[in-house]
Each structure stands twice: as structure tokens, then as C-alpha cells.
């Protein structure tokens, strides 16, 4: 089982071009996330899944947008890159199940120029 | 809103030293309590967690007790080791079963020298 995996492990992205960060996941959980991290501010929420289907916002949701065709999928797209993007993007996964586990991938680590 | 805090880092120890990590939180209700870790290079890892009051969560020599009445949730080792240094995240979950989300804490990096 692979669990949670992202693509790609890094990128160098010249501002104003389209980027989309895929994370698929082979446990066949409801709820998906994306986060980015920045030093000093921890994690911060980007967009979610509940469920295949439905996506909603977090707490920094400008500039980016998700979809959730399916179960196992959840790409982030950065429509127009700017430099503020600059972060390393995290995905994650939970059962429905009340207290459930969050699960992360391994990241990536985005430079925007 | 929902937050948590974090003592803030860099913390360095020696090996062997006794390590403590404060954590404090505001929340409506009483939500599940989360420590995770991240090691150079990876994602987080879930590292011990307690879902109600008093509860202590335990995992690799790591505790942590839920503490209502000072909404805390500090992290303690007995006796660190090189290998824990890493970064260490307090959180907590918020929302209703099935839209529930983490709130984490900005980190705290701990470096432990030989």
C-alpha cells in the first residue's frame, strides 16, 4: 500500500505560468486536503473534499482551485503562479470515521520566480 | 476562531535531556488533540493524539495529557534522543463527523546534539 503520493517532488515555475500539483491516495478515503507550509505560520489549510464530488474552501484558498472526480484523486491548480505561492504543499487524507487519522504525503516543494 | 499555540523554536537540547513542548488551544466544545511530527525531508506523521478530557496519548517515549481546565495539550519526552530531532506540530480537529478539519500550531523545531 502506498498510501499518499504527490508529483512532482519539486518545481521551479516562472510567475503567471499554470501549474497543477496532483496527490492520489489507495486508501479509499472520503476526505482529502491540501495545505501549504510556510516557516513560522505551520500549516494552513488550502481547499477540501469531504467526498467525491465536493470541494470547499480553507483558510488561504485564493489563487488556487481542486477538483474531486473520483475517490482517489485531488489535484491542486495554481491558475496563474505568483511568487507569494512559494511553499511546500501538502496533501492529506482521513477516513469519515469520528477521530479518524489524517494521513500526509510526502509534499512539494514549489518555487515560484 | 478555533487556534492553537505553540512555545516557540528553535529549542536545542543534549541528548538525554528531559524535553518539554507547550501547546495551547481555543476551541468551542472539547475537540481531539493531535501531535504529529515532520522528520527532514517528509510529510507529518501522526505521533500521539487524545480525544477527551484527561486522556493521555503516549507513542515512542512521547506523552501528552488533554488538559480542560488550562486548554493545553504540552508535549513531554523523558529522555530525547538525536533521532527526535524533527519538527513537532500541535493540532487539533474541528467540525462535525465527516467535515471535520485539523487547526494545527505554527511548529516548533527541535534539534538534539550528541
Known amino acids: 500500500i502506498a498510501g499518499i503520493t504527490q508529483a512532482p517532488t519539486s518545481q521551479i515555475l516562472a510567475a503567471g505560468r499554470r501549474m497543477t500539483l496532483r496527490c492520489t491516495q489507495d486508501?479509499?478515503?472520503?476526505?482529502m486536503y491540501w495545505y501549504r507550509q510556510d516557516l513560522g505560520l505551520g500549516l494552513r489549510l488550502i481547499h477540501y473534499s469531504n467526498t467525491a464530488g465536493t470541494t470547499g474552501k480553507g483558510e488561504v484558498p485564493d489563487g488556487y482551485s481542486v477538483s474531486r472526480a473520483n475517490t482517489d484523486d485531488f489535484p491542486l491548480t495554481l491558475a496563474s503562479a505568483v511568487p507569494s505561492q512559494t511553499s511546500v504543499y501538502f496533501c492529506?487524507?482521513?477516513?469519515?470515521?469520528?477521530?479518524?487519522?489524517?494521513?500526509f504525503g510526502p509534499g512539494t516543494r514549489l518555487l515560484v520566480l | 476562531g478555533d487556534s492553537v499555540t505553540q512555545m516557540e523554536g528553535p529549542v536545542t537540547l543534549s541528548e538525554e535531556a528531559f524535553l518539554t513542548i507547550n501547546c495551547t488551544y481555543t476551541?468551542?466544545?472539547?475537540?481531539?488533540l493531535f501531535w504529529y511530527v515532520q522528520y527532514p525531508g517528509e510529510g507529518l506523521q501522526l505521533l500521539l493524539k487524545a480525544t477527551k478530557a484527561d486522556d493521555k496519548g503516549s507513542n515512542k517515549g512521547f506523552e501528552a495529557t488533554y488538559r480542560k481546565e488550562t486548554t493545553s495539550f504540552h508535549l513531554e519526552k523523558g529522555s530525547v534522543q538525536v533521532s527526535d530531532s524533527a519538527v513537532y506540530f500541535c493540532?487539533?480537529?474541528?467540525?462535525?463527523?465527516?467535515?471535520?478539519?485539523?487547526?494545527f500550531g505554527q511548529g516548533t523545531r527541535l534539534t538534539i546534539n550528541p
Open positions: 493540532a487539533l480537529l474541528k467540525g462535525n463527523a465527516g467535515a471535520q478539519k485539523l487547526v
Open positions: 486508501m479509499r478515503h472520503n476526505a
Open positions: 492529506a487524507s482521513r477516513g469519515l470515521a469520528p477521530q479518524e487519522t489524517q494521513y
Open positions: 476551541a468551542t466544545g472539547y475537540p481531539s
